[in-house]
């Protein structure tokens, strides 16, 4: 039986239209293109297979495919790292959907050494979220940062963690806390993106999904682009309510003992107005914010 998979489909697709032939060195010629990017038969060749072999993989039939020949359209789309791991966990659930459906599930609860660990960096706004962006976890300087997060009523209730994607879509509110909110939203579709191939049948990770495409359509557009990719450093400019304007380095950091869970540590430069502000932050998170989530 073949299996095919509109995830393979479109994500092939949107990334072949981003491809120019100037891009890919190929020439160009005189003749009006008809389509965005490159052509099926442009990538074939550069892939060094038939016409109808990549037609059949962009249309999302990927049985008897081999690592070289996804490695081979990976090099030909130009995919980052990030993308061409994407198409490998895709190509993973077409081929063994079973097996695929078995991977690890976002983790929905942080282990009692990892809250240690997270407790101890008590100088640092530390916060614990699994694949679906839900905060499982933050330590009290974490829990100060991402207060409006967590007093969002985008939360589904008092007992569930926040989610860091409804906040982002859903509540006005983040287009005060992120300075770049158009970046945000990227990074979390990204993300978002990258952990539906790894976890394709998770239940909650479809709702969040379902319930974002439904009362976003920034959400809806931006899902629809197939855009993929991990946020594992840079810097973040936010405006906290209590404290002001704050630029933070970031750093995500994994856990081996639960790999489905990152902890995301914000950095200030020292003698800065944000390590200024953090202190202060610090100093009202002992009297105001509660420990737990």
Not at 141 to 163: C, E, I, K, Q
Request: with cysteine; glycine share 6%.
């Amino acid at each position: 039986m073949t299996t095919k998979d509109e995830n393979v489909r479109d994500f092939l697709s949107t990334r072949r239209a981003k491809i120019t032939p100037d891009m890919a060195g190929l020439p160009t010629g005189s003749d009006v293109r008809r389509v965005p990017g490159l052509r099926r038969e442009e990538v074939a060749i550069l892939s060094g297979v038939s016409v109808d072999y990549y037609t059949r993989i962009e249309k999302g039939d990927l049985t008897g495919v081999s690592d070289e020949v996804l490695d081979a359209v990976a090099r030909a789309l130009h995919m980052t790292d990030d993308e061409t791991a994407y198409l490998y966990d895709l190509a993973r659930a077409v081929r063994r959907p079973a097996r695929a459906r078995k991977r690890a599930k976002p983790s929905s609860t942080v282990p009692r050494q990892a809250q240690l660990l997270i407790d101890s960096m008590n100088t640092t706004p530390v916060i614990a979220h699994n694949g679906c962006l839900d905060i499982l976890a933050a330590n009290p300087l974490g829990r100060a940062l991402f207060s409006v997060v967590y007093d969002s009523p985008t939360r589904r209730s008092a007992a569930a963690p926040p989610n860091l994607a409804s906040f982002v879509f859903l509540d006005p509110a983040a287009g005060e806390f992120y300075a770049d909110l158009d970046d945000t939203a990227a990074t979390v579709v990204r993300m978002l993106r990258a952990q539906a191939a790894t976890t394709p049948h998770e239940s909650r990770l479809t709702a969040l999904v379902g319930e974002l495409s439904t009362r976003s359509e920034d959400f809806r557009i931006r899902w629809g682009a197939h855009d993929v990719g991990k946020h594992r450093a840079g810097s973040k400019a936010l405006h906290h309510r209590e404290v002001g304007d704050l630029v933070l380095g970031f750093e995500e950091l994994t856990l081996d003992s639960s790999p489905s869970i990152a902890l995301s540590a914000y950095i200030a430069e020292p003698a800065s107005p944000t390590a200024e502000r953090l202190q202060l932050l610090a100093a009202l998170a002992l009297t105001t914010i509660p420990t737990q989530p």
